[in-house]
T-cell receptor, first 115, second 112 residues
Framework: QQQVKQSPQSLIVQKGGISIINCAYE??????FPWYQQFPGKGPALLIA?????SEKKEGRFTISFNKSAKQFSLHIMDSQPGDSATYFC??????????????FGQGTILTVHP | DTAVSQTPKYLVTQMGNDKSIKCEQNLGHDTMYWYKQDSKKFLKIMFS???????INETVPNRFSPKSPDKAHLNLHINSLELGDSAVYFC???????????FGPGTRLTVT
């Protein structure tokens, strides 16, 4: 059962454009929502993360928007660059209990930024 | 300096063999994980250890046995390898108080 659904599966954006990737979750116990960036042949790298006490978090060109009532969160990449071309994963985990730190990942989005 | 390292990077072996993957972190973290990434790039948690104690044990065949000799190391031993075990295995680590998980470079296991 897929608890975190990510869309789109792939995304093509022109340089300078905005890339938007969406995720929806089901488990209301989730309260930590990170995004990871993975380049071919490399491990996932933590990009940015949010807790449900805020609706938006921005770090440089990367912004997470969080809608607790809709159980949705999204990643916005402003001024997308060819170097941003990678696979992006959203994830979610609870903060307590025996499932602490158990990240559930979305299916991934392959982002291609054309020069 | 490598934060989370894994050895080997590539592992090619035949069905039925037993193999091990090693992970080390120099971040001072107290929790370590094993994840499996399949051919469709889907990432799924397998195990987690906190201070050498097994915390998370997902529905993984008992041919997979993790071992944590100390907080900085987490190894994964796989017995009687099967074709379906072919995947990329990632180690990750975090501090319990922090949530941020840092991943290693992965070990690509190919079972022929």
């Amino acid at each position: 059962q897929q608890q975190v659904k990510q869309s789109p599966q792939s995304l093509i954006v022109q340089k300078g454009g905005i890339s938007i990737i969406n995720c929806a979750y089901e488990n209301t116990a989730f309260d930590y929502f990170p995004w990871y960036q993975q380049f071919p042949g490399k491990g996932p790298a933590l990009l940015i993360a949010i807790r449900p006490d805020v609706s938006e978090k921005k770090e440089g060109r990367f912004t997470i928007s969080f809608n607790k009532s809709a159980k949705q969160f999204s990643l916005h990449i402003m001024d997308s660059q060819p170097g941003d071309s990678a696979t992006y994963f959203c994830a979610a985990s609870p903060s307590g209990g025996t499932s602490y730190g158990k990240l559930t990942f979305g299916q991934g989005t392959i982002l291609t930024v054309h020069p | 300096d490598t934060a989370v390292s894994q050895t080997p990077k590539y592992l090619v072996t035949q069905m039925g063999n037993d193999k091990s993957i090693k992970c080390e972190q120099n971040l001072g973290h107290d929790t370590m994980y094993w994840y499996k990434q399949d051919s469709k790039k889907f990432l799924k948690i397998m195990f987690s250890y906190n201070n050498k104690e097994l915390i998370i044990n997902e529905t993984v065949p008992n041919r997979f046995s993790p071992k944590s000799p100390d907080k900085a190391h987490l190894n994964l031993h796989i017995n009687s390898l099967e074709l379906g075990d072919s995947a990329v295995y990632f180690c990750a680590s975090t501090m319990t108080s922090n949530y941020e998980q840092y991943f290693g470079p992965g070990t690509r296991l190919t079972v022929t």
